[in-house]
């Protein structure tokens, strides 16, 4: 494991931000921490980066100890947070030159890890170009690209397509995969749940300072309830009736939502589910408009696992 966190505490006066934190990553996956805010998303990534010291638990980062070895662990990390450090008057490539020196690279070297960073993360049409002139997107890329320096064996990544374009994250996106495919462990906080679900091969969500539930975004779609089935039902008919009568006929309860004149049915599994649900609309001699088959989205998990306001899943 490159990333191992026990039983984790810390707290700030009498606010508990980490109250029993675990945590266990392979080497080369992309590892999503997800959580509403205040959930102790960042005192966790600080801890496991030896930027704070907890009170209690043991973590151990590229097989180093983060509180008697913090020497070792921060050589083999890297931190990209929301503030970049790149110089905005240089091209992408002084500054990525620039950092292989601040790392101690000799000026031939600094120079073709630059090339070659450019080259991975796509920016080399505009590496000669002012920071300053670049999209969004490209900004992030070369804080990851700086980042990536020396091939961290972990990257700390906290929300890193807050406000992007959907252009520019899935660009960075790409970033954040070609990091994780040279064997690099990243850990990515992230407030958008479609950005775990893209990118993590793990999930854990955390809810006031621990971990309340983790898996891949399939388990955890798995594990808050069942497939659904959902059914549109025509203006003319009334929802509340047919919601009644289809219910009696499947035998779970149907929800209805008034706006949208659907009917959802959280079926166990899929597919019996829906020819249940298929048989009771022949029987009760309902025409839908429209029906779907669906896992529940991490949107759904989220809501369920933590206290979150409705928003913050947005
Ligand atoms: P967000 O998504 O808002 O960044 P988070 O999940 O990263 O939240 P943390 O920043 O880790 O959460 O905070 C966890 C709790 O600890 C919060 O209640 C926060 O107010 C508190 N906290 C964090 N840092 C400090 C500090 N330096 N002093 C006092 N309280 C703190």
């Known amino acids: 494991m490159n990333l191992v966190a026990n039983g984790l505490r810390k707290s700030y006066?009498?606010?508990?931000?980490?109250?029993?934190?675990?945590?266990s990553v392979p080497p080369g996956v992309i590892h999503g921490l997800l959580g509403p805010n205040g959930?102790?998303?960042?005192?966790?990534?600080?801890?496991?980066?030896?930027?704070?010291?907890?009170?209690?638990?043991?973590?151990?980062?590229?097989?180093?100890?983060?509180?008697?070895?913090?020497?070792?662990?921060?050589?083999?990390?890297?931190?990209?947070?929301?503030?970049?450090?790149?110089d905005e008057i240089l091209g992408g490539r002084q500054n990525?030159?620039?950092?292989?020196?601040?790392?101690?690279?000799?000026?031939?070297?600094?120079?073709?890890?630059?090339?070659?960073?450019l080259e991975m993360f796509g920016l080399t049409g505009a590496a000669d170009r002012a920071v300053s002139t670049y999209s969004g997107g490209?900004?992030?890329?070369?804080?990851?690209?700086?980042?990536?320096?020396l091939t961290p064996a972990v990257l700390f990544l906290d929300e890193p397509t807050t406000?992007?374009?959907?252009?520019?994250?899935?660009?960075?996106?790409?970033?954040?995969?070609?990091?994780?495919?040279?064997?690099?462990?990243?850990?990515?906080?992230?407030?958008?749940?479609?950005?775990?679900?893209q990118l993590a091969a793990r999930i854990s969500v955390m809810n006031h300072g621990r971990v309340v539930a983790s898996g891949t975004?399939?388990?955890?779609?798995r594990q808050i309830g069942g497939d659904r089935v959902t059914v549109t039902i025509a203006a003319d008919a009334s929802l509340d009736e047919v919601a009644e009568r289809l219910a009696a006929a499947v035998g779970i309860p149907a929800v209805p939502d008034a706006e949208t004149r659907r009917l959802t049915f959280e079926v166990g599994s899929g597919v019996t589910g829906l020819s249940a649900v298929v048989r009771a609309l022949d029987e009760c001699g309902v025409t839908p408009e429209?029906?779907?088959?669906?896992?529940?989205?991490?949107d759904e998990v989220f809501l369920t696992l933590t206290d979150a306001p409705r928003e913050a899943a947005r």
Do not use: C, H
């Open 13 to 23: 006066g009498n606010v508990r931000a980490l109250d029993g934190f675990d945590l």
């Open 39 to 86: 959930a102790g998303k960042t005192t966790a990534v600080k801890a496991l980066a030896t930027l704070v010291d907890v009170d209690a638990g043991t973590a151990r980062v590229a097989g180093f100890d983060v509180r008697t070895q913090a020497a070792q662990v921060r050589s083999r990390i890297g931190l990209i947070g929301q503030s970049a450090a790149v």
């Open 96 to 117: 990525l030159v620039m950092f292989g020196r601040l790392y101690g690279m000799n000026k031939t070297d600094a120079r073709a890890r630059a090339d070659r960073l």
């Open 138 to 149: 490209m900004r992030r890329r070369l804080d990851i690209a700086a980042g990536f320096i």
């Open 163 to 197: 406000g992007l374009d959907p252009r520019g994250r899935n660009e960075v996106w790409a970033t954040v995969r070609e990091v994780a495919a040279a064997g690099t462990t990243v850990l990515l906080t992230t407030q958008y749940l479609d950005e775990a679900d």
């Open 217 to 221: 975004p399939d388990m955890l779609k």
């Open 290 to 298: 429209d029906l779907v088959l669906r896992r529940p989205t991490l």
